[in-house]
């Protein structure tokens, strides 16, 4: 008998292992499978993942000196992804989104901040190593180029930092082609590339510190003018430290031009300063020429229209104080230096292969090279620089001493009056006469005495004021002598026809003058209070400080020493008549009762030192009974020969023996005591 057949059982799959089956799903089917974790199986399925795997490149150093790594191609992360997606998502799902970058508007102080750091980071890889971060220079000038103005701020005062740092102490020349067609070695080409690249943004430098100090005093724009006062601040400072380096003359342009303004600011005031410092530091004397040259070129094409600062600071000149020193004439001065000796040193002749010599010929040429590159000026250089600083100089103080400028005229006589021996001869004569006819005007212009005070007022500010004209008297006489004091110029005067009576005359008229100013032991430096009772004088604050001196007439020196030093070149020479020595005397002794205690001492010195001189042609003065003379001193009158001195005493001493200073007192006694060995 058949076994029937056993009916075939159909498996039920999940559809996890039967997703390709489109049959439906049965309801008999879904309660079989009630029993399995069908939210298990939902979890253990593969999701598509963005993994970003890690870059297996080496870090890498810019050439900031940062150290980045960077990342995989793009092309091996999207095939990574694409291995690790899943093939059955739809395209949509695999796309990016891509997000749109809103530009997010920074603060300005996070701006500062960040500026500072980069400026701080950019300037320290500078300093360390200038010729490996040469780009640096224009990254800092970039930053500089902010609508910030105290970003622009920082970074002028960061360039300033790094190129007194960088800049060496030479003066580079410019790159021709023949340089550039030379085989130079690898360490040389960048050395070069280097000091052109420097040069090229130094240049770039002067320029942006001229465009930013075209501002300075300007009050309509506060960014503007506080960027012009940095600039002008760096300017001054980059002068001062490298002088020697390209592009001087730009810099010295940027002072000059801030002084060509009327308004008297602080910045007027440090450009002053910068000016008068790089005088007395120029060991070279192309600074000074360059300098000179242009500040004669401002007061000429400002028709000397300027202040009287700006003209002083020629006294300033280093080149002025090396050659005011004066021949002996009593004995010849000879070096000592074993160079200058008229006997040639003998040298044992030593016997020299070619290839010797040529040795030391090479050797000559390297010391040569390295003596230029150190720029050490020769000796008969730097007379040449000085001798044309002085004839600009000369020539600036003539023109204006021609044109007869009021607020001037002080300034060029004060320089003519001490550099007055380095004047040419040729040009005594003419200078003697614009001399008189300063003197001669200026004595005009004096009120006499029976003028009331209500008509011929008098103030402070007023350039034709009693102050000034004595201290223009004074300097021109002063000038006047000091022409005779050169070694040449005393042996030649009598072939020169200098007379100089008129000069005297004035200064013996001007004495008591003198005696009675009361800012005769003052001078620019010293402060001075406004007149409370004078409604134009107003008081100081603390913002005009700083700048009182400058509105005053600059007198480097006190009427009380431009006196003494006119009536030692008057009175010291022995060849002074006893007439001339007696009416100074006692104009003198007549003037120590008026002066103040300083002055006083100084004339009692002065008198001293004439009666040392002319003891014996005077000491009649001090005994009434041998008088020379017959009637009445005259004080006032205007001839010193005519006054009859020697019909008076010097009673003014017994007054002076009774001084409430004790040095007048010992003063005058030493003058009797002098007196007593003459006799």
Same mark, same amino acid.
Not at 100 to 117: F, G, N, S, T, Y
Not at 132 to 152: C, D, L, M, Q, Y
Not at 183 to 204: D, G, H, I, P
């Given at each position: 008998?058949?076994v ?18 489109d ?32 870059s297996?490149?080496l870090?890498?150093k810019?050439?900031?000196g940062r ?6 191609p793009?092309?091996?992360?999207e095939?990574?992804n ?6 059955n998502?739809?395209?949509?799902d695999?796309q ?10 920074v ?5 500062i ?8 980071r950019?300037g320290?890889l500078?300093s ?5 971060h040469?780009?640096?220079?224009r990254?800092?000038?970039?930053i500089g180029a902010s609508?910030?103005?105290t ?19 030479y003066?580079?020349?410019?790159f ?8 130079v ?13 420097l040069?090229?943004n130094y240049q ?17 724009s ?12 760096c300017?001054?400072t ?5 002088p020697?380096?390209n ?5 010295i ?13 602080t910045?007027?005031l ?8 790089l ?21 000429k ?5 300027i202040?009287?600062s700006?003209?002083?600071t ?8 090396e050659?005011?020193?004066r ?28 290839k ?7 050797r ?5 090279e ?8 020769s000796?008969?250089?730097?007379e ?10 000369f020539?600036?103080y ?12 002080g300034?060029v ?7 007055a021996?380095?004047?040419?001869q ?7 006469e ?6 001669t ?5 004096e009120?006499?005495l029976?003028i009331?005070?209500e ?8 350039p ?10 004074l300097?021109?006489t ?15 005067a ?9 000069? %005297? ?6 004495l008591?003058?003198? +005696? $009675?100013?009361? !800012? #005769? /032991?003052? =001078? ?18 603390a913002?005009s ?8 007439k ?8 431009l ?11 022995r060849s002074?008549?006893?007439l ?5 005397v006692?104009q003198?002794?007549i ?13 009692l010195?002065?008198l ?6 002319h003891?014996?042609k005077?000491?009649?003065l001090?005994? %009434? ?5 017959d009637?009445?001193?005259? +004080? $006032?009158?205007? !001839? #010193? /020969?005519? =006054? ?6 010097v ?10 200073v004790p040095?007048?007192r010992e003063?005058?006694?030493g ?6 060995e003459?006799k």
């Amino acid at each position: 008998m058949a076994v029937p057949r056993a009916a075939k059982r159909r498996k039920i799959l999940s559809p996890e292992f039967d997703s390709s089956s489109d049959s439906p799903v049965h309801i008999g089917d879904i309660s079989s499978e009630a029993g399995w974790d069908l939210e298990q199986q939902y979890e253990q399925r593969p999701r598509k993942e963005k993994r970003v795997l890690e870059s297996t490149r080496l870090p890498i150093k810019t050439a900031e000196g940062r150290i980045e790594r960077l990342a995989s191609p793009l092309s091996e992360q999207e095939s990574v992804n694409s291995f690790f997606g899943s093939g059955n998502e739809n395209v949509s799902d695999t796309q990016e989104t891509e997000v749109e970058e809103v530009p997010v508007d920074v603060p300005i102080r996070q701006q500062i901040i960040e500026a500072k750091e980069e400026l701080a980071r950019i300037g320290t890889l500078l300093s360390e190593d200038p010729e490996e971060h040469v780009g640096g220079f224009r990254k800092v000038a970039e930053i500089g180029a902010s609508i910030n103005p105290t970003i622009n701020k920082l970074a002028l005062a960061t360039q300033l930092a790094v190129y007194k740092d960088v800049i060496p102490g030479y003066r580079i020349r410019p790159f021709g082609e023949l340089d550039s067609s030379e085989k130079v070695s690898k360490e040389v080409r960048k050395l070069r590339s280097f000091e052109q690249a420097l040069v090229t943004n130094y240049q770039n430098y002067t320029k942006e510190l001229a465009k930013c100090a075209r501002a300075s005093g300007d009050t309509s724009s506060g960014d503007k003018a506080s960027i012009a006062a940095v600039a002008i601040s760096c300017t001054c400072t980059l002068l001062l430290a490298v002088p020697h380096f390209n592009f001087r003359s730009e810099l010295i342009k940027i002072i000059v031009d801030k002084l060509n303004t009327k308004n008297i600011d602080t910045d007027f005031l440090k450009c002053l300063e910068t000016l008068e410092q790089l005088f007395r530091e120029d060991d070279d004397g192309n600074p000074s020429l360059d300098g000179v040259t242009q500040l004669s070129r401002l007061i000429k094409a400002r028709d000397y229209r300027i202040s009287e600062s700006v003209l002083n600071t020629f006294l300033h000149l280093r080149l002025l104080s090396e050659l005011s020193s004066r021949g002996s004439q009593n004995r010849i001065d000879k070096s000592t230096s074993p160079t200058s000796s008229n006997k040639k040193t003998k040298y044992k002749k030593e016997f020299r292969t070619k290839k010797h010599r040529k040795m030391l010929k090479e050797r000559k040429a390297v010391e040569k090279e390295f003596k230029e590159a150190d720029a050490i000026v020769s000796h008969e250089e730097r007379e040449r620089l000085q001798a044309e600083t002085l004839k600009i100089v000369f020539i600036t103080y003539f023109r204006i001493l021609k044109t007869r400028v009021p607020n001037l005229t002080g300034a060029v006589l004060e320089g003519l009056a001490k550099y007055a021996h380095l004047i040419n001869q040729d040009f005594f004569g003419d200078l003697l006469e614009a001399l008189k006819d300063l003197v001669t005007t200026t004595s005009s212009e004096e009120p006499t005495l029976n003028i009331e005070p209500e008509e011929a007022p008098e103030t402070p500010n007023n350039p034709s004021s009693h102050h000034d004209r004595l201290r223009s008297t004074l300097l021109a006489t002063t000038t006047a002598f000091a022409l005779l004091e050169g070694q040449d110029a005393a042996r030649s005067a009598s072939t020169l026809h200098l007379d100089l009576t008129f000069f %005297t005359t004035n200064l013996y008229k001007s004495l008591h003058s003198f +005696a $009675l100013n009361p !800012d #005769v /032991e003052l =001078s620019s430096k010293s402060l001075r209070l406004p007149d409370p009772h004078d409604p134009s004088s107003s008081f100081p604050t603390a913002a005009s400080q700083q700048i009182t001196t400058t509105n005053n007439k600059i007198n480097l020196k006190t009427p009380s020493v431009l006196l003494l030093r006119a009536l030692s070149s008057i009175l010291l020479p022995r060849s002074v008549p006893p007439l001339r020595v007696a009416a100074f005397v006692k104009q003198l002794y007549i003037c120590s009762l008026q002066l103040p205690e300083k002055s006083a001492q100084a004339v009692l010195a002065l008198l001293h030192q004439i009666m040392k001189v002319h003891g014996r042609k005077v000491a009649a003065l001090w005994n %009434t009974e041998e008088r020379k003379g017959d009637g009445v001193f005259d +004080a $006032l009158r205007g !001839d #010193v /020969e005519g =006054s009859n001195p020697f019909a008076s005493t010097v009673w003014e001493g017994e007054l002076l023996r009774c001084h409430y200073v004790p040095a007048v007192r010992e003063g005058m006694k030493g003058i009797e005591r002098l007196l007593r060995e003459i006799k």
